[in-house]
C-alpha cells in the first residue's frame, strides 16, 4: 500500500513557476514509477510526465515538453514537478500516481493516487 500526498499549488501569473511535491508512505517508494496528471473542469483526466523507479527515464506530454520537469529523491520517498513559463492552459488539479509496473501514459496503470493539488494560472 502506498499513500501519496501532493503539496505546493497554487495561484500564479502566466509566465511564473511552481513546484510540485508528492510525498509517498512506505518503505518500497523506491520500487515504483511515479507519474503526473492533471484534470481540468469538464475535461478528462491526461498525462503530464512519469519516472521510472530509478529516476533513469522520463516522459512528458508534449504540451509540457521543455517547461516541466519531473524529478524523484527516493531517500525522501519525493517526487517532484518543476513548472517553468506556466500558461492558462495548465490550470488543472494535478495529481501524483504510483505504479508498481512500467511507467505508462495511461492513468489506468497506475494504483495509487494522492488527493490532488490546484494549479491555477491566471492571463
Known amino acids: 500500500q502506498v499513500q501519496l500526498v501532493e503539496s505546493g499549488g497554487g495561484l500564479v501569473q502566466a509566465g511564473a513557476s511552481l513546484r510540485l511535491s508528492c510525498v509517498a508512505s512506505?518503505?518500497?517508494?523506491?520500487?515504483?514509477?511515479m507519474g503526473w496528471f492533471r484534470q481540468a473542469p469538464g475535461k478528462e483526466r491526461e498525462f503530464v510526465a512519469a519516472?521510472?523507479?530509478?529516476?533513469?527515464?522520463?516522459y512528458y506530454a508534449d504540451s509540457v515538453k521543455g517547461r516541466f520537469t519531473i524529478s524523484r529523491d527516493n531517500a525522501k520517498n519525493n517526487v517532484y514537478l518543476q513548472m517553468n513559463s506556466l500558461k492558462p492552459e495548465d490550470t488543472a488539479v494535478y495529481y501524483c500516481?504510483?505504479?508498481?509496473?512500467?511507467?505508462?501514459?495511461?492513468?489506468?496503470?497506475?494504483?495509487?493516487w494522492g488527493q490532488g493539488t490546484q494549479v491555477t494560472v491566471s492571463s
Open positions: 519516472i521510472s523507479w530509478s529516476g533513469d527515464s522520463t
Open positions: 500516481a504510483a505504479t508498481p509496473g512500467v511507467v505508462t501514459r495511461g492513468p489506468h496503470s497506475y494504483d495509487y
Open positions: 512506505g518503505r518500497t517508494f523506491s520500487t515504483y514509477g
